[in-house]
């Protein structure tokens, strides 16, 4: 390989300014768009080029959404124009591209400055799309319909401050740039709460991981190490963690944040290694109860609020049997199996 | 290095996805009635070579995407929207259709195929060179044509004759009416609601 082949060549480069646009009528918003192509020399590359190349390292993992089952995006065709088309044909994906994303922009978010760049390393091509606040850290004037992008001398930091990037990377060929990276540094809750507009209503992507099968690996690596652990206090800690978890349905999460939130620290990389390692901790999926009922396979009964059995489903009911007492309304709870240790809290 | 080697050099990687993957169906699918059997494949070398040749894969390696397949085979034409259902709930598909004839007059292989991305825990696990694979669903029915024509025609077409090739159609053509009689009788048999 030689040392060009190591390093990333921008090949194609666009900027546009886009205004939060969602409702409005396309045909005027696409009057409004300014901006262009740039030659990729007159950029500050010194701001763009660390970006760029770091640009895989971008946390959620998103895969286009086919269109009436086909192997069709039109978000990805316009991707793929920009990295393989002529020239003419690049700048009109950037500016489709663009004007998408002004569609898809509401008022809550403010104008911003839309820049995509293409480069090439050996085989591999790669695609990077961000969405900066205006006149901060980059000037964009518009004249005669170019665009120029400059740094602003006295920026007060020069540090990346994109609100909003996507990354897609691959060789050229039929069926690559289906999934890509994206990350929301204005989302409320960090990586998980990567906005919607910028995921679905902009990109037509969505996160690769089903809340299915995000559930679903949660429980099994909570189960793993459940049943691998011999310390009865982690054991419980465990399978309490378990336990709050069934009532986490419906709420938005990653298995980092599984870790992070509810599991003892010593048992925290074992759980994300089980998990499908880290980097797969950072995608986010709704927990589905019914996937995590299944799967986690617990089973506890309460008695009067303050005595709790708990055990996995499959041994539960030959472990524990529950009989009518003779106070009405209260049943009699006994247990058949080896004391493996025996505690008291300490005052 | 030639495709055939690269394609080799490939397979056991593939075949553990596979394990994974199969594994996973079954999960998946515990409990739905009507599901015959689920197994996974490694395309062979040979297959994968055949499929390279005269049908314009500039980058086979990436874009034959049924390097690693999933079989579902379900009873009856209803069950393969149920079990479709079922498994994309889990998967992520960036394609899924029935293959059928769309000339109403021709017969030959059907079955659903959804082709989806692996699931990036077992991604992860294994690192394939590859980004997808392919679940066919099809009938009891349908899979018995497809296994029979698999043995007896696959082969160039050119190296058929007339007679062979229209018996293979008409086998089709009674697969899919026993399909449809099959799928009949069953909606009219099953407990109806209520």
């Known amino acids: ?347 | 290095m030639s495709l055939r080697s690269e394609y080799s050099e490939r397979t056991p990687v593939l075949k553990n996805v596979a394990d994974d993957i199969e594994n996973l169906v079954r999960e998946i699918l515990n409990g739905v009635p009507r599901v015959d059997r689920i197994s996974s494949r490694v395309k062979s070398v040979e297959r994968f070579l055949e499929k390279t040749e005269g049908k314009g894969y500039h980058q086979p390696l990436q874009d034959i995407q049924d390097q690693i397949g999933v079989r579902i085979v379900v009873f009856y034409r209803s069950d393969i929207q149920t079990v479709s259902e079922r498994v994309i709930r889990e998967f992520r598909e960036v394609e899924n259709r029935p293959m059928e004839q769309p000339d109403p007059e021709v017969f030959s292989y059907e079955a659903r195929h959804v082709v989806c991305l692996i699931p990036p825990d077992i991604h992860s696990r294994h690192k394939p060179p590859i980004d997808f694979f392919e679940l066919q669903i099809s009938t009891l029915f349908q899979h018995a044509w497809a296994e029979a024509n698999h043995d007896l025609g696959y082969k160039p077409h050119g190296a058929l004759t007339y007679e062979f090739r229209k018996k293979i159609a008409w086998a089709a053509a009674q697969t899919w009416g026993a399909d449809v009689i099959f799928d009949e009788l069953w909606n009219q048999s099953k407990p109806q609601p209520g």
């Open chain 1, 1 to 347: 390989m030689t040392k060009q082949d190591n390093q990333w060549k921008l090949f194609f480069g666009a900027g546009f300014v886009v205004e939060p646009s969602k409702g409005l009528d396309g045909g005027e918003v696409k009057k409004r768009l300014q901006g262009s192509a740039v030659e990729v020399d007159t950029l500050p590359k010194e701001f763009f080029l660390p970006l760029f190349e770091s640009a895989d390292e971008l946390p959620i993992e998103i895969v286009f959404v086919p269109e009436r089952g086909k192997q069709k995006n039109e978000v990805r065709d316009w991707v793929r124009s920009i990295l393989f088309d002529e020239k003419p044909k690049k700048e009109d994906a950037a500016r489709k591209l663009a004007l998408r994303l002004a569609l898809a922009t509401d008022q809550r978010s403010p104008e911003g400055l839309f820049v995509t760049l293409a480069g090439r390393k050996g085989v591999a091509y790669r695609i990077a799309l961000w969405k900066f606040p205006a006149d901060q850290t980059l000037q964009a004037d518009v004249a005669k319909g170019m665009i120029t992008i400059r740094l602003i001398e006295d920026a007060f930091s020069r540090e990346s401050t994109y609100f909003k990037a996507a990354m897609l990377e691959g060789p050229k060929a039929e069926t690559t740039f289906w999934t890509g990276r994206i990350e929301d540094r204005q989302a409320k809750h960090g990586v998980k709460g990567a906005a919607e507009f910028w995921t679905g209503d902009f990109l037509a992507a969505r996160p690769v991981l089903t809340d299915a099968h995000g559930t679903r690996v949660v429980a099994k690596a909570l189960r793993k190490i459940i049943d691998k652990t011999g310390a009865l206090e982690t054991r419980e800690g465990l399978i309490a963690a378990a336990q709050v978890l069934r009532t986490q349905g419906g709420n938005r999460i990653s298995i980092g944040d599984v870790a992070a939130r509810y599991l003892p620290a010593d048992e925290r990389d074992e759980f994300i290694a089980a998990a499908g390692g880290p980097e797969v901790s950072d995608h986010p999926f709704r927990l589905e109860p019914e996937v995590l009922e299944s799967e986690l396979r617990l089973k506890s009964i309460t008695l009067d609020g303050k005595f709790v059995i708990r055990g996995p489903l499959e041994d539960f009911d030959s472990v524990v049997s529950v009989t009518p007492a003779e106070e009405e309304g209260t049943v009699q709870v006994s247990l058949k199996g080896k004391i493996t240790s025996e505690s008291v809290s300490q005052r």
